[in-house]
């Protein structure tokens, strides 16, 4: 077995521009001449289309949602957020200054409770619905727990005036990924907040300093945070994960990225994303002896969708 | 007999297993061997297989209940000896995803329509929503929307408090026969403006007063102002603009964006432009509310030439695109001061006037 000792591994990306760009026109025709009903379906192809084309050990991802599941999700979404922004709404038309305020205190504490939910949600649909040579990824939080955590951490976050905010974050990420299952593949994350929180604050106050110059330096440093600490286990057998993203790399990436949206008017933003994910891709190294042939399925189904298209409404982006 | 190759995936376990695929009249079989080595086969009867939308070259069925076999076949002749062996299944939706297939002339072609029915559904489908909402919205609620608007619009104003009461005393002398509550703020601005909001706010700058000689074009200023109001041109405005926001940010995916527009909505008001149509519209209301009252409609003539005259020199063009005045309202203007007879000069406007005019060169 001493043949393990190197073994590293990589995700591929085989999209092109022009067909996403293809999905992408049908997505939008359709979604404005069915007047916004077509969405969850639009969202299911670009998924399939997306995960069809992200490879791994020479097999594709599959991303089994479909229209139909999420546009239940996607009816309760849009219901949950005209309810909210009518009490708002309302409260504003009272003109009366107690109830105006009791309607932002609802409109935010809805928010706040919305947004872990939502998380929750879409982790439980999207990894359910997605897998690898089929077997299923899944996840294993408790909601309740979740939302304490989330409630908790924020309401720490706003009277420290955000500085616990790194702390938060590497806590949220230290228990998605303790849940995160791929059949019977555990995953951890092992950053630290006070770690997470100086990188923030040199690449902060260094950005403003070099006046930006230093961004792309802080983007490479948060991706290789994010990414180095992530441990996955199979059985006995620990893999490390590794990014070999450069500074100079984030800088070609998103100043051409940029020129692209911009020059064509947005027009061309497929190809951007094709470009932002094979970056992706092509700098994450799984490290260690995988045995790609033994993974069992561990995980069940699970159809509801309703936290994939809050996640959407509230933007906040999985994947 | 058809052979295809194919891999294969058992579901349990994450090996891909190198297969053949042969196609039976009521039943697929695949064979693989194990990992040890023994040659297995699995047997799919045809009701349970399902194809897997997809929008590669790719074939991929699956089979079977939680947790699914699955196959994945490249060979190009598969869909065709599906349909031969099976002429009554259809394994190949016509769905949507075969529009993902189309060539590239294709969607460049969709790409077009779709940039033109965008272009199409902003200018021309967000104004005739607008005004259809605009119609069903009943006036008690219009005018709190528009008192909302105004309290928080007017924060960023100085209000000239002395004038405004003149004003409006100036105002309740004249029937704009308007369901409307009509309420006049002046404001310390030396522009030459006015705007109206929804539900009968009207916001008058003291810089347009100051250069008004009769009490006319006070009055004109103010009928047609209130005629926007009556025929809720801001209201059709605000919902359109509102719109237009609302359609961006759902276009660019923000949802966030929503809140946004309703938190500062109500500052973009004073920098709304409205249509030729509308105008004129507001123009024809106005001179017959002067028509029915006996003011002289000479008084739009002298308010035109004034506004022409403060934008000949003016660097500041915000009036002008707040009111574009043209030609055509002036002239229009002058030809329905030919048509008018009844002319009465009303003293008690008059002395209202004249307390105006004593109000701002009392300051000066």
Same mark, same amino acid.
């Given at each position: ?18 067909k996403?760009?293809?999905?992408y ?5 359709? *979604? ?16 399939? $289309? ?49 109830? *105006?305020?009791l ?112 961004f792309?330096?802080w ?5 290789a ?7 996955m ?16 790399? $984030? ?25 932002a ?18 993974? *069992? ?20 982006g999985?994947? | ?39 297995t086969?699995?047997?799919? *009867? ?50 949507i995803?075969?529009l ?36 069903r ?13 105004y309290?928080n619009l ?46 009968g ?29 009556? $025929? ?123 307390d ?9």
């Amino acid at each position: 077995m001493e043949l393990h000792q190197n073994e590293t591994r990589q995700l591929s990306f085989h999209g092109e521009g022009a067909k996403l760009f293809g999905i992408y026109i049908v997505n939008i025709l359709l *979604t404005m001449v069915t007047l916004g009903i077509y969405y969850p379906w639009a969202k299911a192809a670009l998924l399939k $289309y997306m995960y069809e084309e992200s490879e791994f050990e020479g097999s594709r991802f599959t991303f089994h949602g479909t229209g139909k599941e999420m546009f239940k999700g996607f009816i309760k979404a849009i219901g949950i957020f005209i309810g909210l922004y009518g009490i708002l709404f309302l409260a504003a038309l009272s003109r009366n200054f107690t109830i *105006t305020m009791l309607g932002v205190a609802v409109f935010y504490i809805g928010l706040l409770i919305l947004v872990p939910i939502a998380i929750h949600g879409a982790l439980r649909y999207r990894t359910s619905r997605s897998s690898w040579r089929g077997i299923h990824f899944g996840y294993r939080g408790d909601r309740k727990e979740f939302l304490n955590m989330f409630i908790v951490g924020s309401l720490i976050t706003i009277f420290t005036f955000g500085i616990y905010g790194a702390w938060f974050v590497i806590e949220i990420r230290k228990y998605i990924f303790k849940n995160l299952r791929f059949g019977n593949i555990t995953f951890s994350y092992e950053g630290e907040g006070s770690a997470f929180f100086w990188m923030n604050f040199k690449g902060y106050l260094l950005t403003v300093i070099t006046f930006g110059i230093y961004f792309f330096w802080w983007a490479k440093e948060l991706f290789a945070y994010y990414v180095d600490n992530i441990r996955m286990y199979q059985g006995e057998t620990r893999l490390t994960f590794r990014s070999t993203a450069t500074a100079g790399g $984030y800088f070609k990436l998103i100043i051409v990225n940029l020129l692209i949206i911009v020059l064509s008017l947005g027009l061309a933003t497929p190809w951007a994303i094709v470009r932002a994910m094979q970056f992706v891709f092509n700098h994450i190294h799984i490290d260690g002896p995988l045995d790609v042939n033994a993974i *069992t399925q561990t995980e069940a189904d699970y159809t509801d969708a309703t936290g994939e298209d809050l996640a959407d409404m509230i933007d906040i982006g999985l994947v | 007999m058809q052979h295809f190759s194919a891999r294969y995936h058992d579901g349990r376990r994450s090996i891909a297993h190198d297969a053949t695929l042969t196609l039976r009249p009521d039943h697929w079989l695949i064979h693989y061997q194990d990992p040890s080595g023994e040659l297995t086969s699995a047997r799919w *009867t045809l009701p349970g297989i399902v194809t897997d939308e997809n929008f590669s070259d790719l074939f991929i069925f699956r089979y079977g209940s939680f947790p699914q076999q699955t196959i994945e076949c490249k060979d190009r002749q598969l869909p065709a000896a599906l349909t031969q062996h099976y002429p009554d299944r259809v394994f190949f939706k016509k769905g949507i995803s075969r529009l993902f297939k189309l060539s590239n002339t294709a969607i460049a072609g969709m790409a077009v329509l779709v940039v033109a029915l965008l272009g199409v559904a902003y200018w021309y489908g967000l104004p005739l929503l607008a005004s259809a909402v605009a119609s069903r919205v009943p006036v008690s609620a219009e005018v709190e929307m528009g008192d909302t608007m105004y309290e928080n619009l007017l924060h960023g104003y100085d209000v000239d408090s002395t004038l405004t009461v003149k004003v409006n005393d100036f105002a309740r002398s004249i029937d704009f026969k308007t369901r409307y509550p009509i309420r006049v703020t002046v404001v310390r601005e030396k522009d030459a403006n006015a705007f109206a909001l929804p539900g009968g706010n009207i916001v008058v700058f003291d810089g347009i007063l100051r250069k008004m000689k009769t009490k006319e074009e006070l009055a004109a200023l103010l009928a047609h102002e209130v005629s926007h109001v009556h $025929y809720r041109h801001s209201l059709r405005n605000v919902l359109r603009s509102l719109g237009g926001y609302l359609f961006l940010s759902i276009l660019l995916n923000d949802i966030n964006g929503i809140v946004t527009v309703l938190a500062d909505n109500s500052n973009a008001l004073a920098n709304l432009t409205y249509s030729r149509e509308l105008e004129t519209e507001a123009d024809q209301k106005a001179m017959a509310i002067f028509q029915s009252e006996g003011l002289n409609i000479k008084g739009f003539v002298d308010l035109f030439t004034m506004l022409k005259g403060e934008h000949g020199d003016m660097t500041n063009l915000k009036l002008l695109s707040t009111h574009p005045l043209t030609e055509d309202r002036l002239r229009a203007a002058e030809a329905a001061v030919k048509g008018q007879r009844n002319v009465k000069e009303d003293a008690g406007l008059e002395r209202k006037w004249e307390d105006i005019e004593r109000g701002y060169h009392g300051d000066e």
